[in-house]
């Protein structure tokens, strides 16, 4: 190969192509040969194992005896010849006749004297971000090479780390919520728990199905730099709530989801943290199983757990607390001593949804008789660049709260967990894609 090659994909359907020889290099190489729909003839004594099964498929012709001058060309020319004898000069022989008659000829024995050279191949799955895809490489006679560089860019392509998916047809139905049919069908959604927000918090699953996704319906909360990474052909919807703001209710929310699954499109519902923890991820899955949608959920770094440890604070620690309870301080005090009153006297209390009625729930706690010096940290924001904690106890959590500017979203630990911060200080480190 001293000159650049010139890389080209060949339509074999219906067109002779000759494989010379019968052990493993020509089995795979008639089997490729055979899916592209080539009419494929192997010409070899022996055959190993592979191929007389291949053979015995009835899918090519097989003539059991060596190779004779004469046969590329009869009975009718070949396009193409592969040859994998073992006896280099019956494969030299046959490239010599190849050139001759202007018929491409790989040569297993000797890359450089071949005129035609087959890449390491790869065909994507059905159903993934790989879909409809082949990917071919060479790497100038280094198969090795070639077939590593190949796995990493299906692995790439899967793992939604390549996000290049396949725009299917049905994905362009019109959007007057009637059923698309037809080649699409119903699609499906998949509940993805973001994680707390770092673009690396989300699992490899997750991230593949958001590469494959058609529509993106987003929380304010979770990795939302990963939408950037989307095809401008992705519908991203943002139903994100702040505070005290709904934009978007639940209801329209779950009949979007339906709506989008029924034009036949892969809907991811990406959220923050976990779908099933206070995310409503439950009543989406049950809405969307209703409606005859097929659901799926891919848990997520709940931010109960990952926010706390961002700052340092085990939410369990040896000797200081061996339970913890999660809480939403959202429908108030009552709700918060409820969720505590069951609980171990050492048990760490986490509360989201926390700031708006923080000094409620601290003054409820002590009212309830938590000591007043009770450790509080309050971590706004975790593992993104403004990630801040405030420490202060039950009794000053509300006016140190409010110095400070602490803001949604924050994760509001109470406990002597807390104490802990002091030994380990910030834990969230620097994200591997920031
Ligand atoms: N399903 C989510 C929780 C949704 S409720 C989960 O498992 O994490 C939303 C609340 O989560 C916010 O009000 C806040 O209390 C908390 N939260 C989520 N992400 C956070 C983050 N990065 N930093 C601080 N708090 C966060």
Redesign the pocket.
Known sequence: MGSPSYPLTLDLTGRRAVVVGGGPVAARRAAALVESGALVEVIAPFVCEDLAALVATGRLVRRERDYVAGDLLEPTAAWLVHTATGDSRVDAQVAREAEAARIWCVRADDAGASTAWTPAVARGSVGTASEGLTVAVSAGGDPRRASAVRDAVLAALESGTLPVRRVRPSTSAGADGAPAGGAGGVGRVALVGGG??AEDLITVRGRALLAAADVVVTDR?GPRGLLRTLGSDVEVVDVGKTPGNHPVSQERINELLVHHARLGRRVVRL?????F???RGGEEAMHCLAHGVPVEVVP?V???VS?PAAAGIPVTHRGVAASFVVASAHEGADHVLAAAADAAPDATLVL???VTRLAETAAALVAAGRPSDTPVAL??????PEQRTTTTTLAAAAADAEAAGVR????VVVGQVVALREHLGDLSGSSVTA
């Open positions: 707390p927000g909360l959220k923050g943290g976990d779908p923890v206070l995310g997520g709940t931010s109960a926010v989201l949804m926390g971590v706004e924001r975790g593992w993104t949604a979203p924050a994760v």
